[in-house]
């Protein structure tokens, strides 16, 4: 396969996240060094459906570096999951000469990609969303980012809770995953984190707060995931702000409460120098990858390296870890692979707990 490829699709698929443009900008530069055609297409799967597809030069993405959302616009495409979706999207790489995708996004970018590469279309995804939650890397595109626009928004919660002698509960996105949640709240000091992996005693936290209080503190912070269970039919978050101002207001020791949620404001914004660096990283091994004839495979970061792993296994890693296994998914696996696979979901978790015990330890 190695020296056939001549013009290379690049895609930005599922929720948008900081760094996707610059990663854009890194596969169209590396790849038009090389000799090889780049394309854009609009819109992620959908665009390879409706052939939403134009040339890029070096010129059009050099104002991509420092681009917030994604410049190649995205969507989540249930069409492109269905046979005449998919049959559709073939044809259009056929009739544009496109002899590989590099596609990035999350989970549901890495199933489009494993389902164009068993097509014949060579596809290499490189990990995007906030959320950080793909299994098989250290880290995924818009992260850091996400993590410092909740820290602007944070500090400045903390400034006018200290004001005023309040608690203010945030909410953080983050869907089923508490990457964001945990790491943001370590960092804004929060005297409280509750993320849905993690066993949470809400009488315990409840009287932390109450006792902190009592001892002099003036202003609290309390960081909620989006993905933690939500309790009496509402999300967790706006239960436990009503439960703090309800119970401490009848027991005359009040602790005034507000709830914020930043949800979609944490998407935006001009990616930050770790996504920057990342971006670039990552497209480059992708673009190296599609020349050496690889295909269904992901860029992952790994201890400080960047190695390409086989998506299938990926995303099986990444069900694991997130105890969604569905039957027959291990039997392609030998037994030395799924005790890897256990070993390295056991690490992940190891390494959460680690830092949620840090969380508590600071809180
Ligand atoms: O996966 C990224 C993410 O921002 C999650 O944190 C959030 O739950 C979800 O996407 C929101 O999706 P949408 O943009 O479709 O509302």
Not at 193 to 200: L, M, S, T, Y
């Amino acid at each position: 396969m190695a020296n056939t490829i001549k013009k290379i699709g690049v895609l930005t698929s599922g929720g948008d996240a900081p760094g996707m443009s610059t990663a854009v900008r890194a596969v169209a530069l590396a790849a038009l060094k090389q000799g090889i055609e780049v394309v854009a297409i609009y819109e992620g799967y959908k665009g390879l459906i409706y052939n939403n597809i134009k040339p890029l030069k070096n010129t059009d993405v050099l104002n991509f570096i420092n681009a917030g959302g994604t410049t190649l616009l995205s969507d989540r495409c249930d069409e492109f999951k269905t046979e005449e979706g998919m049959a559709k999207a073939i044809a259009t790489c056929k009739e544009e000469n496109i002899d590989a995708i590099i596609a990035i996004g999350g989970d549901g970018t890495f199933r489009g990609a494993t389902d164009l590469s068993h097509r014949g279309i060579p596809t290499i995804g490189i990990p995007a969303t906030i959320d950080n939650d793909i299994t098989s890397t250290d880290y995924a595109l818009g992260f850091d980012t996400a993590m410092n626009t909740n820290l602007m928004l944070g500090d400045r919660l903390r400034d006018t809770c200290w004001s005023h002698a309040r608690c203010n509960v945030i909410e953080i996105m983050g869907r089923g995953a508490g990457y964001l949640a945990l790491q943001s709240g370590i960092a804004l000091g929060a005297t409280i984190v509750a993320i849905p992996e993690c066993d949470f005693d809400e009488e315990a936290a409840i009287a932390k707060l109450k006792a902190a209080r009592a001892n002099g503190q003036r202003s609290f912070i309390i960081a909620v995931a989006e993905g933690f269970p939500e309790k009496d039919g509402v999300p967790y978050g706006e239960y436990l702000t009503k439960r703090i101002n309800t119970e401490t207001k009848a027991e005359g020791a009040w602790i005034d409460t507000k709830f914020c949620r930043p949800a979609h404001m944490v998407r935006g914004g001009a990616p930050t120098l770790r996504d920057r660096l990342m971006a670039a990283q990552f497209a480059e091994k992708a673009v190296e990858l599609i020349l050496a004839g690889k295909s269904d495979c992901v860029v992952c970061a790994r201890n400080g390296e960047i190695v390409e792993t086989d998506i299938s296994y990926a995303l099986i890693l990444d069900r694991m870890y997130k105890g969604k296994l569905k039957d027959g998914d291990l039997d392609k696996f030998s037994e030395e692979q799924v005790e890897a696979m256990k070993a390295f979901c056991a690490m992940r978790k190891a390494e959460l707990d680690k830092m949620y015990a840090l969380a508590n330890l600071l809180a």
